[in-house]
């Protein structure tokens, strides 16, 4: 067997350092998305989920979500080499009608929404979770209109991102990096 | 920051596209009064939403904003698809228009991405959903875009 030597350890910790920028991104971009989507039982912004490309394994939890709900990946240099290493995806039933995607049917489940009601009104015939006109309906919505889509491709997903490479670079630079 | 100019480098063009076919389509915007939309055959209706104002890391200017725009394309449900994706074209013809205009010396220069779509959906078609009441054939697209305040 061959003797294992500094540069393997350098660069296995490099690679390590390079998962948890990795965990640690997929963990803001969950908590951005549950901060930025609707709620009304909870049951969607608590259905956040990243899944490791790899092997198949799943991380779930509950909002806030926290970096050992996202899965350990493995540190081999053709899994580094994956373009793709996490797949976040939200579990819920409903999650495209929650996302603005689809229309979806609204029937008031009786009990009050967790969140905070952002508009108030008649939901038109349109059926989009978002798409609620002003009147004197009894509709309410907990996040505004296509606000996945304005996560996903409006900048905060790449604030999300750095934010989490800021995080793990300061951490190994103040010499206190940890795997979790 | 000039939000409204922005928009209006969006709503602008996609109101006159709209209004120039034959029959005009009406086109509804963010925070406009419309309950007369029910009563529309066929409409648009586009969302503007601003992500992130600054980008203090790239540049020290605050003039760079991001955004998305949403069309969707309310089209008669249950007469085949071809009228809503006439309608959805438009909106992308005209966002490309926007896409292919040169800088300006001053004012707002604004670039869009990628166009996502178009998606289309009807709901449910089972009568015992209330969505099978829905009366449109909806298309959507979206695209992100970024804009400058020249000045």
Redesign the interface.
């Known amino acids: 067997m061959a003797k294992k030597t500094l540069k393997d350890d350098l660069v296995r910790d490099q690679r390590r350092a390079a998962n948890k920028t990795i965990r640690t991104v997929a963990r803001n971009i969950m908590n951005g998305l549950a901060d930025a989507g609707p709620e009304w039982s909870g049951d969607f912004k608590n259905s956040w989920a990243s899944y490791s490309v790899s092997n198949g394994q799943m991380g779930t939890g509950t909002y806030p979500y926290k970096l050992a709900d996202v899965p350990d990946l493995p540190v081999t240099a053709r899994e580094m080499a994956r373009k793709t290493r996490i797949i976040i995806e939200n579990t819920a039933p409903h999650a495209a009608v929650a996302m603005d ?5 609204f029937i008031y489940p009786g009990f009050e929404p967790q969140g905070d009601v952002v508009f108030r009104g ?1 939901r ?5 979770r978002g ?1 609620i ?3 004197g309906g009894g509709n309410r919505s907990t996040a ?4 996945y ?3 996903a ?4 997903i ?2 999300a991102v ?1 934010k989490g490479i800021r995080v793990v670079t300061k951490e190994a630079n103040q010499g206190r990096f940890t795997e979790m | 920051m000039n939000y409204q100019g922005i928009r209006a480098k969006f709503e602008s063009p996609l109101l006159s596209a709209y209004n120039s076919l034959s029959p005009s389509v009406p086109v509804y915007f963010d925070n406009v009064f419309a309950t007369g939309k029910e009563a529309d055959d066929e409409f648009i209706f586009v969302n503007i939403q601003f992500g992130v104002t600054t980008e203090a890391t790239l540049t020290t200017s605050s003039n760079y904003v991001q955004g998305v725009v949403v069309v969707r394309a309310y089209a008669k449900k249950g007469v085949g698809p071809a009228r809503s994706q006439a309608l959805i074209n438009t909106a992308f013809t005209t966002l490309q228009t926007i896409n292919a205009t040169g800088k300006p010396g001053s004012g707002i220069y604004v670039r869009t991405g990628s166009i996502d779509g178009p998606s289309f959906g009807t709901g449910s078609t089972d009568q015992e959903s209330r969505l099978a009441f829905t009366p449109y054939f909806i298309s959507r697209i979206e695209t992100d875009f970024t804009a400058q305040v020249i000045s």
């Not at chain 1, 995607?101 to 049917?105: K, M, V």
């Not at chain 1, 505004?144 to 606000?147: A, E, G, T, V």
């Open positions: 995607l689809e229309p979806g049917e008649v038109r015939d349109s059926g989009i798409d006109d002003k009147g505004p209109l296509d606000w889509t304005t996560y491709r409006g900048g905060k790449t604030k750095q």
